[in-house]
């Protein structure tokens, strides 16, 4: 089992900078793939991007592609996403997520832990 603990959510004004962090811990978290969701009020979710276990291999959501980078510390077993311009659009509460499968997490968006989530507030 994983727990994850993400941080460095706050309010921003358009065009700024955040970095996520999502802590994480157990037994299993150096076999799973990663990634970060949002949810915008009354939205769905979905999943900004993902970073695959065994290849290392970066995924995007088209809205984030050249503002947002994920990435991962496995000797600091935390995940990061680095969020450059930021955009009005971009407010939402973001998830970071973890499954051995990284179908089940990009593709299925079903992944079978969940942080609590941090609050990302961009003004115009």
């Known amino acids: 089992r994983v727990q994850l603990v993400e941080s460095g959510g706050g309010s921003v004004q358009a065009g700024g900078s955040l970095t996520l962090s999502c802590a994480a811990s157990?037994?299993?978290?150096?076999?799973?793939?990663m990634g970060w969701f949002r949810q915008a009020p009354g939205k769905e979710r979905e999943v900004v991007a993902a970073?695959?276990?065994?290849?290392?291999?970066?995924y995007y959501a088209y809205s984030v592609q050249g503002r947002f980078t994920i990435s991962r510390d496995n000797a600091k077993n935390t995940l990061y996403l680095q969020m450059n311009n930021l955009k009005p659009e971009d407010t939402a509460m973001y998830y970071c997520?973890?499954?051995?499968?990284?179908?089940?997490?990009?593709?299925?968006?079903?992944?079978?832990?969940w942080g609590q989530g941090t609050q990302v507030t961009v003004s115009s």
């Open positions: 997520a973890a499954d051995p499968s990284f179908r089940q997490l990009w593709i299925l968006e079903r992944p079978n832990y």
């Open positions: 970073i695959q276990i065994a290849s290392g291999s970066t």
């Open positions: 157990g037994d299993t978290y150096s076999s799973n793939n």
